[in-house]
C-alpha cells in the first residue's frame, strides 16, 4: 500500500492536463480542456479535463478518473505502475521496502527484464555469427542499424537462451509466460526462436515486450515470419515497431509514416526518414491509432502494390481515418515494399514518393474501381457501399458533403440518393452508440435527485455539512451515491476538504468513480450560476427526506397490519403513534 499522503503529494506536483495532453489532443473549454474520448469512438468531443479538480470524465461513455485512472485504463497498467511513473516524473519517492512489493508487480518486472536478457543475448550471438552478419548485411542492414535496433540472432539449438535464462535464476513460471519458451508435455521448457534473426518489439518506454523472428533456414515448411506469442505484457495489435525511437520526431512534424515490415520501418530510418513506425503486418487497429493519436492525427500509410486488394487493410485505414485530419496513401511500384525501394532508388525518392501521397478518399476510389465493375449496378452498389461506410465515418459535415459530391460525379449517381444511403449508414451508427452510452445513464426522479444533492456536497463544503445534519445514508437508494456520499461524510469527521481526485483513491467501485468524476465535472446545477442554488439545494434535501418518510410510512403500515393480526394492542399504539409522527413531518416539508 502507498501511502495517502505520498499519493496526495504526487497529484499535487502532477498536471493532469500536461499528462493526458501527451495522449489525447485537449482544447480550453472555459475553466476545463475539451476532447475527442480515448475510450470510445466519438465524432463530437465529450471528454472533458478540468484541472482544478484533478480529474477527467467523458460525457459520451461515462469513464472518470483521477491521473492514476487514466493512465492505468490507458495504458493498461495497473495502480502501483501508474503512481511510480507519476512518482518519477513528479520527483516524488515512493518508500516501498522491498518485501512489500507486490506478487503482481515482481511478475511483470521480472517479464519486462527476462525480455531485455534475450535480446542481450540474441545481439551478443549475432556479432559473433558470420552467416547470419553476412545475411543482414546482403539486405543492407548497417552494423550501426543492428546496434540501434539491437537486432540478434537465435542460435539453432533447443537450449541456448534457456541456458542463459536458468543461469539468471528466473523461476520456471516467468520462463513459461514470457513467450520465449515452449513448454512440452513432460514439462520440459525449450527456445521457441532458433535459428532466426530476432527483431526485438519495445514499447513506448523502450521495453523490450517481445520478438519478431525471421528464418534463416532454407526450408520451404519454416514459416518465414514468427512473432512472440501473446503475453501479459505482449499484445500483438497494441504495439507499433519503432516508435519508441521515433515518437518525439513524429510529434515535432506532426505526422506518421506507417509501414509493415521491421526491414520497411529500419531502412527508410536509417536513411533519415525518422518519422516512421511499423504495424508488424497487421491492418491499423484501435489501440495502435490511439497510440499514434498521441502525436499526431497526420499519417501516410506506405504498401506494396499487392496490399491493395486486401480489405482488411481498407478497414484498418478507415479506423486512422475517421478520427486524423489528414490521412493519405502512397503506393509503391509492383515489386518493391518500403526496404527495397529505399535501397534501390534512395531516401529522397521516398520522400517525393510521400511528398505525392493520395488523400485516402482518392485511394480508396482507386481501390473500389479496381475491384469492381462500375457498368454493372450490382458492383456499382458495392462500389458505393464501399465509400460510403468510410466517409460515415468522416468527423467534418463540409469533408463529407464534398467527398459525396466527388463520388456522385465519378459513378454518375445524383447527390440526393448518395446522401440517402449515407444517412442509412449514419443512422445505424447512431443508433448503436446511443443505445451503449444511453442504457447506463437512464435513471429515475429520485436518483437523479440523489445526484444532484451529491453535486452540491461536492462544489462547497457548507453544502455538505447541511447534508450530513439531515441526510443519513440509509437515505440514499442509489448504492454508487451512497458510496461517494460516505467518502465525503468521512472526510469531513476528519477535518479534510472535499478533493475528488483524492476521494477516487478511497472508492472501491467503478461505477462510484464515474458517478463522482460526472458530478465534479462541473455539469450539474450547482455550478449553474444563473439558478437560485440555494432553492434547488433545499429541494433536493426536502425531496429525499419526503422519499425516505414515504418508505417509511410504507413500512409502518405493513407492521400496523401484522400487529392488528397478532393482536398485539401495546405494538400497534407504538406503531401508530410513529406514525403519525412521520406524517407531522411529511406535512411540515410539503
Same mark, same amino acid.
Given at each position: 500500500?502507498?501511502?495517502?499522503?505520498? %499519493?496526495?503529494?504526487?497529484?499535487?506536483? *502532477?498536471?493532469?492536463?500536461?499528462?493526458?495532453?501527451?495522449?489525447?489532443?485537449?482544447?480550453?473549454?472555459g475553466r476545463s480542456y475539451k476532447g475527442l474520448?480515448?475510450?470510445?469512438?466519438?465524432? *463530437?468531443?465529450?471528454?472533458?479535463?478540468?484541472?482544478?479538480? !484533478?480529474?477527467?470524465?467523458?460525457? !459520451?461513455?461515462g469513464v472518470g478518473g483521477n491521473v492514476f485512472s487514466? %493512465?492505468?485504463?490507458?495504458?493498461?497498467?495497473?495502480?502501483?505502475?501508474?503512481?511510480?511513473?507519476?512518482?518519477?516524473?513528479a520527483g516524488v519517492t515512493i518508500p516501498r521496502p522491498e518485501h512489500q512489493e507486490s506478487g503482481r508487480e515482481s511478475f511483470y518486472a521480472e517479464l519486462f527484464r527476462i525480455n531485455q536478457k534475450a535480446a542481450d543475448f540474441f545481439h551478443a550471438t549475432l556479432l559473433k555469427n558470420t552467416v547470419a552478419l553476412a545475411y543482414l548485411e546482403q539486405r543492407g542492414v548497417t552494423r550501426q542499424?543492428?546496434? *540501434? =535496433?539491437?537486432v540478434g540472432y537465435a542460435p539453432s539449438g533447443w537450449e541456448g537462451l534457456l541456458r542463459v535464462a536458468t543461469s539468471q535464476g528466473f523461476q520456471k513460471k516467468v520462463l513459461a509466460a514470457s513467450g520465449l519458451f515452449i513448454e512440452k508435455e513432460d514439462g520440459r521448457l525449450l527456445d521457441r526462436f532458433r535459428n532466426r534473426i530476432m527483431f526485438p518489439i519495445r514499447d513506448i518506454r523502450n521495453r523490450v515486450v517481445g520478438f519478431g523472428a525471421r528464418t534463416l533456414s532454407t526450408d520451404k515448411n519454416v514459416p518465414k515470419y514468427i512473432n512472440s506469442p501473446e503475453t501479459p505484457i505482449y499484445t500483438k495489435g497494441k504495439v507499433l515497431y519503432g516508435l519508441d525511437l521515433t515518437k518525439e520526431d513524429i510529434r515535432g512534424a506532426d505526422t506518421v509514416i506507417v509501414v509493415e515490415g521491421y526491414l520497411d520501418m529500419i531502412t527508410p530510418f536509417m536513411n533519415g526518414i525518422k518519422t516512421i513506425v511499423a504495424s508488424l503486418g497487421t491492418a491499423l487497429t484501435e489501440d495502435q491509432v490511439k497510440l499514434m493519436g498521441r502525436f499526431t492525427r497526420n499519417a501516410v500509410l506506405i504498401f506494396d502494390s499487392d496490399k491493395a486488394g486486401q480489405l482488411a487493410t481498407i478497414r484498418g485505414i478507415e479506423i486512422l481515418w475517421s478520427t486524423a485530419p489528414d490521412v493519405r496513401v502512397a503506393m509503391l511500384p509492383k515489386g518493391y515494399d518500403p526496404d527495397s525501394f529505399v535501397r534501390t532508388y534512395g531516401a529522397d525518392r521516398m520522400r517525393e514518393l510521400i511528398a505525392d501521397a493520395k488523400d485516402f478518399f482518392d485511394f480508396l476510389v482507386q481501390f473500389a474501381f479496381e475491384q469492381y465493375n462500375p457498368r454493372q449496378p450490382a458492383h456499382l452498389t458495392k462500389i458505393c457501399d464501399l465509400i460510403l461506410s468510410a466517409v460515415a465515418k468522416v468527423d467534418n459535415a463540409i469533408l463529407q458533403n464534398v467527398y459525396i459530391k466527388k463520388l456522385s460525379s465519378l459513378v454518375d449517381v445524383e447527390e440526393h440518393a448518395l446522401r440517402q444511403e449515407i444517412g442509412k449508414i449514419t443512422a445505424v451508427q447512431r443508433k448503436e452508440t446511443q443505445e451503449g452510452v444511453s442504457a447506463g445513464r437512464r435513471m429515475n426522479a429520485e436518483n437523479q435527485t440523489e445526484k444532484m444533492l451529491l453535486s452540491f456536497v461536492l462544489s462547497d463544503a457548507r453544502y455538505l455539512e447541511e447534508t450530513k445534519k439531515r441526510i443519513v445514508l440509509d437515505d440514499i437508494r442509489s448504492a454508487h451515491t451512497r458510496e461517494v456520499l460516505e467518502c465525503c461524510y468521512k472526510a469531513y469527521e476528519c477535518g479534510e476538504a472535499i478533493s475528488p481526485q483524492r476521494l477516487i483513491n478511497r472508492l472501491s467501485n467503478d461505477g462510484a468513480r464515474r458517478l463522482l468524476t460526472e458530478l465534479a465535472s462541473g455539469e450539474y446545477v450547482a455550478d449553474?450560476? *444563473?439558478?437560485?442554488?440555494e432553492r434547488v439545494f %433545499?429541494?433536493? %434535501?426536502?425531496? @429525499?427526506?419526503?422519499?425516505? @418518510?414515504?418508505?417509511?410510512?410504507? !413500512? @409502518?403500515q405493513h407492521d400496523?397490519?401484522?400487529?392488528?393480526?397478532?393482536?398485539?394492542?401495546? !405494538?400497534?399504539?407504538?406503531?401508530?403513534?410513529? =406514525?403519525?409522527?412521520?406524517?407531522?413531518? @411529511?406535512?411540515?416539508?410539503?
Open positions: 500500500m502507498i501511502p495517502e499522503e505520498i %499519493l496526495d503529494q504526487i497529484q499535487d506536483r *502532477t498536471d493532469i492536463v500536461e499528462v493526458i495532453s501527451g495522449y489525447v489532443p485537449l482544447k480550453r473549454a474520448c480515448p475510450f470510445h469512438h466519438e465524432k *463530437t468531443p465529450s471528454f472533458i479535463v478540468n484541472p482544478d479538480k !484533478g480529474i477527467f470524465h467523458c460525457f !459520451g461513455c487514466f %493512465l492505468m485504463k490507458y495504458e493498461n497498467i495497473d495502480f502501483p505502475e501508474a503512481a511510480n511513473l507519476l512518482a518519477e516524473k542499424a543492428m546496434s *540501434t =535496433f539491437q449553474d450560476e *444563473t439558478v437560485d442554488r %433545499l429541494d433536493c %434535501l426536502a425531496a @429525499l427526506e419526503r422519499s425516505s @418518510l414515504e418508505r417509511r410510512m410504507k !413500512g @409502518l400496523i397490519k401484522l400487529a392488528q393480526v397478532n393482536h398485539d394492542e401495546e !405494538g400497534m399504539e407504538r406503531l401508530l403513534l410513529e =406514525f403519525q409522527r412521520a406524517v407531522k413531518q @411529511l406535512r411540515h416539508l410539503k
